[in-house]
């Protein structure tokens, strides 16, 4: 799989989040000195985004942490290495370290169904899922069932402190796409879930309990948990657009998304946190539990251990993360304790100012693993091109048919009418592709996507509807003026 199907998934609910970074043409190498800074000179304009930070860890120290870029476009506010990133689904982690410490405190059963733990699952369909099935995204939930959100999270009291709580339990009735550990598919719900366990267990909300038994223990001064506030510290996110990138609007950071998406840290901290996974030593959790955190979690989860994905061809873990105007990339070689993390306050668009190839190689770079790049880019510039060409087309189609109305409206038997009609079905179905199925594919709810690639959502929308329009159109052109002929 390539490194950019990855970054879609991600962004989108993790439509193909597959098969672990074997995705992209890597084998054990070394990086030149320095290449680092050089290859960001080369790649981050061609990115768009406008800022960034990464850092190293090899032989289990932190041997770098470096920034680039400012906050949001248009500002003089240089990226610091205390500037804190949305790091997306690289939250998993937290969220499944947390659920492994009331493992080791004998308090949580891996194998134990959810309703044993959260009483709105019982008797309920999805209360047989057990812990570990949740963990490894093995539960059965569908990619597009986590990414769809219930009417509560979206109400005027989505941020209050029992928004996570609120939000697990509107969903508690879903049924799960397939059988519990039947397959593996990505679901965001799935660590919804496991943060509201948390809650439970500890009687703390779950930012509280991360960030007084991971962030602090760890040293994570400058990171914190979504909270519902909007904090100074933060860069600004921005989403594709058009070839570019846009600023989003200044908004909260989202309580209810926290466990799947919703930690907010530095590249310096992340790298601490790297540093006590790979560290082989007893601290937040056991040297045992880190481990069995960083393996296939089962049969069903090959490729996925407990919040990381892995890869056993070439021995490393690694998380994208993506939230609306953030992207992120964690990759670790726990057998050689080295670990890279790029957190970057942008979104990659299709084809254009994409951020996978300079995100991918930092990382890469930083330890030591050799990356051929994403290869030429032209067939999704190609798609993005058409897609915006295709409503000025049907535009300018309607001005045609309206000056030859008299060849049109002159149409008649079997052939002329279906060459009237046919386009009509074509344009429908063309339409229900794009604003059906097209989601269906992503995982996710248009609305959802548009958070992401706003630009994209835009000319979808654009073109399904041109596309009916013109066909009815010419429609409304044959027969309107034969009536008035008769």
């Known amino acids: ?164 709580e609120r939000s697990v339990d509107a969903r508690a009735d879903v049924t799960p796409a397939y059988r519990p550990g039947e397959r593996w598919e990505y679901s965001n719900l799935n660590y919804q879930i496991l943060g509201r366990l948390i809650e439970v267990l500890s009687g703390q909300e779950f930012q509280a309990y991360v960030t007084a038994h991971i962030l602090e223990p760890v040293g994570m001064e400058h990171s914190f948990v979504a909270d519902g506030q909007v904090h100074d510290s933060m860069a600004t996110g921005h989403s594709s657009w058009f070839t570019t990138k846009r600023a989003l609007a200044e908004s909260p950071t989202d309580r209810a998304t926290a466990p799947q998406g919703g930690i907010i840290a530095t590249a310096g901290d992340l790298a601490l946190y790297m540093q006590m996974m790979l560290n082989g030593q007893d601290d937040v959790l056991s040297a045992a539990g880190k481990a069995q955190m960083m393996r296939p979690a089962g049969a069903a989860s090959p490729a996925y251990g407990f919040g990381w994905y892995v890869d056993q061809g070439n021995g490393s873990v690694w998380h994208t993360g993506a939230s609306p105007g953030f992207e992120s990339l964690a990759w670790m070689l726990p057998a050689q304790k080295k670990g890279a993390v790029v957190l970057v306050n942008g979104v990659g668009g299709i084809g254009f100012a994409e951020t996978t190839e300079l995100r991918t190689g930092i990382a890469a770079r930083g330890i030591g693993i050799e990356y051929a790049g994403e290869g030429s880019r032209l067939p999704q510039k190609a798609l993005f091109i058409g897609l915006v060409l295709l409503p000025i087309v049907y535009l300018l189609s309607m001005i045609w048919a309206w000056r030859h109305r008299a060849a049109i409206r002159a149409k008649s038997g079997i052939a002329g ?57 010419r429609l409304g052109v044959a027969y309107t003026g034969r009536s008035r002929t008769a």
Not at 67 to 77: E, F, H, L, P, T
Not at 85 to 95: A, L, N
Not at 425 to 432: D, Y
Not at 443 to 463: K, M, Q, Y
């Open 1 to 164: 799989m390539h490194a950019d199907d990855l970054r879609k998934a991600d962004t989108v609910g993790q439509l193909l989040a597959v098969l672990a970074l074997g995705l992209v043409s890597v084998v054990p190498g070394s990086a030149p000195d320095g290449s680092i800074e050089d290859f960001i000179d080369h790649e981050m304009p061609a990115s768009g985004v406008p800022g960034l930070a990464y850092a190293v860890v090899a032989d289990g120290e932190i041997t770098s942490v470096g920034v680039r870029g400012v906050v949001k476009i248009g500002s003089a506010v240089d990226v610091t290495p205390d500037t804190a990133f949305v790091i997306g689904s690289i939250s998993k982690s937290f969220t499944a370290l947390a659920v492994m410490q009331f493992v080791e405190a004998g308090e949580v059963d891996l194998e134990a169904e959810i309703s044993q733990y959260l009483d709105v699952f019982s008797g309920r369909p999805a209360g047989a899922i057990t812990i570990r099935q949740l963990l490894s995204h093995a539960s059965g939930f569908s990619t597009l069932q986590g990414n769809s959100n219930p009417a509560v999270a979206r109400d005027g009291e989505s941020q209050g402190k029992d928004a996570l």
């Open 417 to 473: 009418r279906f060459s009237l009609w046919f386009p009509l079905l074509t344009t429908s179905v063309a339409a229900w592709v794009i604003l059906g199925l097209v989601p269906r594919l992503f995982g996710s709810p248009l609305a959802n996507l548009n958070l992401f690639l706003p630009d994209f959502v835009l000319v979808l929308i654009a073109t399904a509807v041109t596309g009916v329009l013109w066909a009815v159109f």
